[in-house]
């Protein structure tokens, strides 16, 4: 792979397909105004291997979404509620986060319609971290395994 031109890894990179992908998946740029903690634990630290010794370690936060530009897939409207959860998250507003949003199951506007799955760099193309599991994963000169996004190709 160490040969290959940047622009046929990226393009492999982003014809790859994850099985933990959902239809729903979208991947936004999006200022994120503060709302409230909600309390809600969104991730939890177990001590022993039978999730019986278990501490929040981080609670959702809610925030109004304003979508700045989506890079693929659809979204309903230009602001919504969204749910974003992970440790150590400051309790202020977020400006141009590169965001993974999956739909939650809710019709109701005054609920949040989605969650923020995961945090991405902006860059010429969109990139998350993928999870441990995912076929087709591409490694560059020992660099991390990136789930990529073009911001120029619709979807």
């Given at each position: 792979m160490k040969n290959l031109p940047l622009c046929?890894?990226?393009?492999?990179?982003?014809?790859?397909?994850?099985?933990?992908?959902?239809?729903?998946d979208v991947v936004a740029v999006l200022d994120l105004k503060f709302i409230e903690d909600t309390g809600d634990p969104a991730r939890l630290l177990c001590l022993d291997e039978i999730n019986d010794d278990c501490i929040t370690w981080a609670t959702f936060y809610l925030f109004e979404a304003k979508v700045d530009r989506?890079?693929?897939?659809?979204?309903?409207?230009?602001?919504?509620?969204?749910?974003?959860?992970?440790?150590?998250?400051?309790e202020k507003n977020l400006r141009n986060v590169v965001a993974l949003l999956t739909k939650l199951k809710t019709d109701d506007p005054n609920r949040p319609r989605y969650q923020v799955t995961q945090i991405g760099d902006k860059r010429e193309v969109y990139c998350f971290d993928r999870l441990a599991g995912q076929e087709a994963e591409i490694e560059l000169d020992g660099e991390r395994p990136l789930r990529c996004f073009d911001p120029d190709r619709s979807d």
């Open positions: 046929l890894v990226l393009v492999l990179a982003l014809s790859a397909t994850s099985p933990r992908a959902h239809a729903e989506v890079v693929s897939g659809d979204l309903p409207a230009k602001r919504f509620l969204v749910l974003f959860g992970r440790h150590a998250l400051p």
